[in-house]
């Protein structure tokens, strides 16, 4: 069982930064790929980033709308992943969620990510 916590959501304007973390809980963090997910008012939950566990070679995946301007990361050390958020644009506006596979190995699919968080809002004002 993994339990996680984000947090790093808030309000800033476009073209701003913010870092998300999400902290999670279980010994066996380091094994599991890692993503963030968001989803905005009306619409469905849409896929953002992952990074594989450990074990084998790191592999990233980004959506195509942030692609250059999100960075997924992870300290094991810490059992927490993060996601770098830079250049904002009003679409951004979401609660963004990170979730954990239940093995090293996780694409784009909200049904790979069998554990999930509550969820942080980002808002970015134009």
């Known amino acids: 069982q993994v339990q996680l916590a984000e947090s790093g959501g808030g309000s800033v304007q476009a073209g701003g930064s913010l870092r998300l973390s999400c902290v999670a809980s279980?010994?066996?963090?380091?094994?599991?790929?890692m993503c963030w997910f968001r989803q905005a008012p009306g619409k469905e939950r849409e896929f953002v980033a992952a990074?594989?566990?450990?074990?084998?070679?790191?592999?990233?995946y980004y959506a195509d709308s942030v692609e250059g301007r999100f960075t997924i990361s992870r300290d094991n050390a810490k059992n927490t992943v993060y996601l770098q958020m830079n250049s904002l644009k009003p679409e951004d506006t979401a609660v963004y969620y990170c979730?954990?596979?239940?093995?090293?190995?996780?694409?784009?699919?909200?049904?790979?990510?069998?554990?999930w968080g509550q969820g942080t809002q980002v808002t970015v004002s134009s």
């Open positions: 279980g010994r066996t963090f380091s094994s599991h790929a």
């Open positions: 979730a954990a596979a239940p093995l090293r190995d996780g694409g784009t699919r909200a049904d790979e990510y069998d554990y």
């Open positions: 990074i594989s566990g450990s074990g084998g070679r790191r592999y990233y």
